[in-house]
């Protein structure tokens, strides 16, 4: 499996994917909102866009929809539930179905409501795991719930589905928000000697050649993955001195995406 990230550079801050299969040149593109971009980076690979996944609804991921199929004649692929908010789905896709790519590639659907209540991640079946995790993990973050989802649903997609995956898996993400969501890390667990070394990195970054996690270095800098840590209950707790003595993980969460709202 090859994997094309493809930096928008719009006021979004986008990222779109291109997943090949080496011996075909068969691809998967996934969100293609830049698909100038995206045709571009295929013509200059030898590859072949034959099918584009929408990780959800919103327009800033399917808004290259189109003009990419107009271009290719790709078969289009969302979540089933997106049928009366995506135009044109060619394949409706549920928990644990499978998207192969050329004659090597598998991709595995997860269904992850909580950005919204219709979107999908695709998890690689490599020797290295791959989450191509839209609007649902960012790097050190996590997606927001204003249009369309509920935070009651984002951290069961976090806890019950996210954390289980291995510590290798390497995350590719919708939008590039790392420096952002770092500070945001720091500001609710100042004493996070990693995530403070990495935002120093982050601020420098090139997105064009962005840094790569993986769900292991997301548990170390992510703080909506580190919700029994007693730094994050304490700052919590100074924003929400009405807190019950006893804080349950599901709390810290939706109090987390609660103050990340408007941080």
Not at 101 to 114: A, K, Q, Y
Not at 150 to 155: C, I, K, N
Request: with cysteine.
């Amino acid at each position: 499996m090859i994997v094309e990230q493809i930096w928008t550079g719009n006021a979004y801050r986008n990222f779109n994917y291109l997943i090949a299969c080496p011996e075909t040149g068969e691809a998967l593109a996934v969100d293609p909102l830049d698909y100038t971009k995206c045709l571009a980076a295929a013509k200059r690979k030898g590859w072949e866009i034959t099918q584009i996944l929408n990780t959800h609804e919103h327009g800033d991921h399917t808004g290259g929809n189109r003009a990419m199929i107009a271009a290719t004649s790709a078969k289009l692929l969302a979540h089933k539930g997106a049928k009366n908010s995506i135009p044109g789905i060619d394949r409706g896709l549920g928990a644990g179905d499978v998207i192969k790519v050329g004659e090597t590639v598998e991709l595995e659907s997860l269904d992850t409501p909580g950005h919204t209540m219709s979107h999908i991640c695709l998890l690689s079946h490599t020797d290295t795991p791959a989450l191509f995790c839209g609007d649902t993990l960012f790097n050190a973050g996590a997606g927001n719930c204003h249009n369309g989802g509920h935070p009651h649903q984002l951290y069961d997609t976090f806890t019950e589905q996210l954390a289980h995956l291995p510590d290798d898996t390497l995350v590719y993400p919708g939008h590039d928000y790392l420096s952002n969501n770092l500070a945001f890390t720091l500001d609710r667990e100042p004493d996070n000697k990693k995530a403070a070394a990495l935002l120093e990195e982050a601020r420098h970054q090139d997105p064009n050649q962005a840094l790569v996690t993986s769900l292991g270095l997301e548990k170390e800098i992510n703080t909506f993955f580190r919700l029994h840590r007693p730094s994050v209950i304490a700052a919590l707790r100074e924003k929400f001195p009405d807190l019950p003595d006893e804080l349950d993980a599901k709390t810290v969460f939706l109090k987390l995406r609660q103050l990340r709202n408007s941080w």
